[in-house]
């Protein structure tokens, strides 16, 4: 039988729906009903859960029931259940009516038909299919590794404060600035721009000018003119939690000898073959976080570590009952070429590569 977990309702179908018994019907809208009262609630949820329904309870009977048969396949009422209880509160709200639950249906034996189909025609034994499947199959079985997983909230109070006193560096943020740039290819042309930006001192002058003068593509988004050249916040060099990939090393130096806001860094920055004009716009006065401020990132941290402890001990678990081998010396001939598209080479590339290497 298919998986049902990604099915979309919505789109027209010509397939008709086999005959379902009044009791099944009768049963599917019971079920819906208290899928309905499942995403009743407070309305909060933390990040760590699916979002998803809790299973519904169905009697092993009620499962077996056939709402469709397609072929020789068949529909059952446990199928539609968990088709609706993969989707998040929001999704099932839109199957309160006959019309729209016969949509689902319908939407789920296009699926089967579509699948058969695939099968017949060798598609189950495409090696993207199969890497596929064995993704399903991998995230079923993490999910069940995960069943009765702590929440932020079940965190113990003892742990979350030992944490946060074994840490109470990560919750001292410096002075963090905010940077403008004109970008230029040769220096001559980016002390033109550093003498006229030292001459013309304001936000919408400083915008003008890297709007005239600038090579990166963001000097001319459609943004007010104060914010042209933003390349966002950075913390002082050496600190790695304030790291901005759009920011070269040498201009985050360069903004932390700025001695005013709104001033220019005195000299041209060269960088990877770029010449930059530095402009300070913004400074964030350093803050160290209380408790309060930080209990909540890290319950939710706590949890997800211990989320994935299940993970690893699941995976260290299976290591040590199935025997691995890795053929280091095939794996070394292995060479992903990124081409001129920078996209990785496709796999008959990868395996002519590994071919030619023998």
């Not at 016969?102 to 699926?111: C, F, G, P, Q, S």
């Amino acid at each position: 039988m298919v998986a049902f977990a990604a099915v979309k309702a919505g789109r027209s179908s010509h397939f008709l729906i086999a005959a379902a018994s009044g009791a099944a019907l009768a049963t599917l809208a019971a079920l819906f009903a208290s899928g309905c009262k499942s995403c009743e609630g407070s309305g909060t949820t933390d990040p760590v859960d699916s979002g998803h329904a809790q299973p519904t309870s169905l009697t092993p009977e009620q499962a077996k029931q056939t709402l469709a048969k397609v072929g020789n396949d068949t529909i059952t009422l446990g199928d539609y259940a968990a088709a609706l209880e993969h989707m998040d509160q929001f999704d099932r709200l839109r199957y309160q009516s006959v019309e729209r639950r016969k949509e689902l249906l319908d939407e789920m034996i296009t699926v089967q038909l579509l699948a058969n189909e695939a099968t017949a025609k060798g598609y189950d034994k495409d090696p993207v299919a199969q890497q596929e499947m064995r993704a399903i199959l991998r995230d079923s079985m993490l999910a069940e590794a995960r069943k009765n997983a702590p929440t932020p909230a079940d965190v113990p109070e003892s742990e979350v404060r030992a944490w946060f006193d074994a840490h109470r560096a990560e919750y001292k943020d410096p002075e963090r600035r905010r940077v403008s740039v004109i970008v230029v290819r040769d220096e001559a042309t980016a002390r033109e721009a550093l003498a006229a930006a030292k001459k013309s001192p304001s936000s919408a002058q400083w915008g003008e000018l890297v709007r005239a003068k600038s090579l990166d593509p963001q000097a001319r988004a459609n943004v007010p003119v104060d914010l042209v050249g933003d390349i966002g916040i950075v913390s002082p060099p050496g600190d790695l939690r304030g790291e901005n990939s759009r920011v070269p090393e040498e201009v985050r130096v360069a903004a932390f000898e700025i001695p005013e806001l709104g001033g220019i860094a005195d000299k041209v920055v060269g960088s990877k073959g770029k010449y930059f004009v530095v402009r300070l716009t913004q400074k964030l006065a350093p803050h160290e976080r209380t408790y309060a401020e930080a209990e909540r990132s890290i319950r939710v941290k706590l949890a997800q570590d211990k989320l994935r402890a299940r993970e690893d001990e699941l995976i260290a678990e299976l290591r040590k009952s199935v025997k691995v081998e890795i053929d280091e010396q095939a794996l070394a001939t292995v060479k992903v070429d990124m081409g001129d598209g920078g996209g990785p080479a496709s796999a008959a590339d990868a395996g002519s590569s590994a071919e030619a290497g023998r």
